[in-house]
């Protein structure tokens, strides 16, 4: 299984390649969100069910649960702000009630950043005020996913879907009690429209992790394993910076991804080039051989 593999050969082989590449991840991800995905396409893949996420009842009950978790969190970012409350706006400890609140919900990584225009859609409809983005990152069972693509693995990632809509949901209501202006957006995007923001740029940008060359995003402690929420807000946070522990240069030896990709969605890249000049590679994949693998089976691995 290719995300297993991965979380195991990078964390084991991250401190060699740590000082291999100096460079700003942002800088190098030249494709804006609406480039990436247009409205229509966006549509397409929000609606999308892959086989084997909805043939159990468990399933069943937790994509219902997400299903209603979306609607809650829909009405909440409609909410008129109240305005008779200020006074945590003038706390100074922002950051630190964050953190005691993912702490208690089960979040052990979270980072913030500003909202980076070239990554938000067309469509994007939270306030011009909300500046920054607080991201989420949960981990699945490493177990449950061993055995991917199977029933098992489609409904670990379903029940971390539900967990972190349900971190964003939290988060959300609490800072809006305090007269925080702040939107939630949930990692399968809203019931009545899909995403706003795109989540692993700016997950990258707060220092989380990086891009592998499977296009994914690889956390520096948690492996590529994990979902991601984000809750943007008119906060004025601290910032985190975006780090590189290596990540683009290990993917530029291993390749072990591209040949066991089952759709080979991986197009192969002048490696040997782009490392002697070296240049971070910019990782592509085949959306269209991705997604087509991805809608046919329980998920994607080998």
Known sequence: MIGSFLHELFIEAGNFVRSLFHYNTLQNMTMTAQNMLNEGKQIELAVIIPQGTNVTEEQNKIRE??????????????EDLRTDINDFHQ???????IQTLLTELGVKRFGITGINDDYTFKNSAFPSIEQNAIVVVLSMDYHKMQSVPSIESATEILRLYY?????????TTYLKKHGIQTTGHH???SASDYHHILMPPHAMAAGLGEKGRTGLFIDHKLGPLVRLGIITTSLDL???QPENRGVNAFCHRCRYCVPNCPPRALPPDKYLESLRMGVPMKFTIDGDKCIKYFTKHFGCGK
């Open 238 to 240: 601290e910032l985190d």
């Open 187 to 189: 990692p399968l995007g």
């Open 91 to 97: 706390n100074n400890n922002w950051r630190e009630k």
């Open 163 to 171: 967990k972190v809509g349900e971190v964003v949901l939290q988060l």
């Open 65 to 78: 649960k997400i299903k209603k978790q979306q609607q809650v969190l829909d009405a909440l970012n409609q």
